[in-house]
């Protein structure tokens, strides 16, 4: 998948385009509101004959429009009667414009063989939509998934375990952190396991580990904050966890690629809390 993010003025040939939000979304409320979440392997693309601009950027950028049609690897939620499904998104009609704050869009090459992880809202003529719409794509709606070695639905055994404590540069880099320093405390939960959605299904039990860092200063504490985990070993409580492999029986958070490493962004850990309905989920593969 080839995104195409925020970049700088290039001299002539860029447009500039003025400062803009991008939306973000934990993840919990991407599977929340999405209608299918999947890993799925992208079989076709194509351009169709829709010629528009994407919504909320000045100045306006021109696209087209494109049908990748993807096979369902693996179903996290959704309607276990779709194999295959056609995500409806957008290409810049001219692709030497460079944004100065542009458009996060996202293509394919099903060449590749490449999987990916998407959250989608389904269009009233049957495609489907990233979840937080076609002007930014590529930052939460489609990931790539070559990150994630473990999906699975578990429950936690015990309450978070303190670890240890490192800078941000030590844990990401390897190196010296720039002054001042940026701490993050790692926890370590264990967790029995309920249902493998990708990854070894011989997995009963698994210990977590992740890293966290402060929220903003101006945090509201009263409000649910996905910066910070503090799982309570309930029966009734089960999560969805996407984990990258770290050592036997040990998985810390799927990262972001591309993103230095970083398992923890504005958009929280990929940790979800299920509900009654959402832990029917079950594999497709």
Not at 44 to 49: L, Q, W
Not at 85 to 103: E, K, N
Not at 108 to 124: C, G, M, N, V
Not at 240 to 264: I, Q
Request: hydrophobic letters at 35%; glycine letters at 6%.
């Amino acid at each position: 998948m080839k995104t195409i993010p925020v970049v700088l003025l290039i001299h002539s040939f860029a447009l500039v385009a003025h400062a803009r939000f991008v939306q973000t979304m934990s993840y919990q409320k991407r599977f929340d509101q999405a209608d299918l979440v999947v890993i799925a392997q992208p079989l076709s693309t194509k351009d169709t004959s829709e010629c528009t601009v994407l919504a909320n950027i000045a100045p306006a950028v021109d696209v087209v429009g494109l049908e990748t049609e993807f096979r369902v690897q693996t179903l996290l939620k959704g309607s276990q009667s779709i194999t295959n499904f056609v995500l409806h998104h957008y290409r810049q009609r001219d692709p030497s414009l460079l944004y100065r704050s542009g458009p996060w869009l996202v293509s394919f090459d099903p060449a590749k063989k490449e999987a990916y992880l998407l959250f989608l809202t389904k269009e009233p003529d049957g495609r489907f939509a990233p979840i937080n719409g076609q002007a930014d794509p590529g930052y939460c709606g489609v990931l790539p998934a070559d990150q994630i070695d473990l999906a699975a639905i578990a429950r936690p055994l015990s309450e978070r375990r303190y670890v240890d404590t490192k800078t941000w540069s030590e844990l990401y880099h390897g190196k010296a952190d720039c002054s001042p320093p940026q701490y993050l405390a790692g926890y370590e939960t264990e967790f029995v396991v309920k249902s493998v959605l990708k990854g070894e299904n011989g997995t009963k039990r698994f210990v977590f580990r992740y890293y966290e860092r402060p929220p903003p200063d101006n945090w509201d504490t009263s409000r649910p904050c996905s910066f910070s985990l503090d799982f309570q070993p309930k029966p009734e409580d089960l999560y969805l966890l996407l984990l990258k492999k770290e050592k036997e029986n040990c998985f810390t958070p799927m990262r972001r690629t591309g993103v230095y490493g970083e398992e923890l962004g504005r958009d929280g850990f990929p940790v979800i809390r299920l509900d009654k309905e959402s832990q029917k989920a079950d594999t497709k593969q």
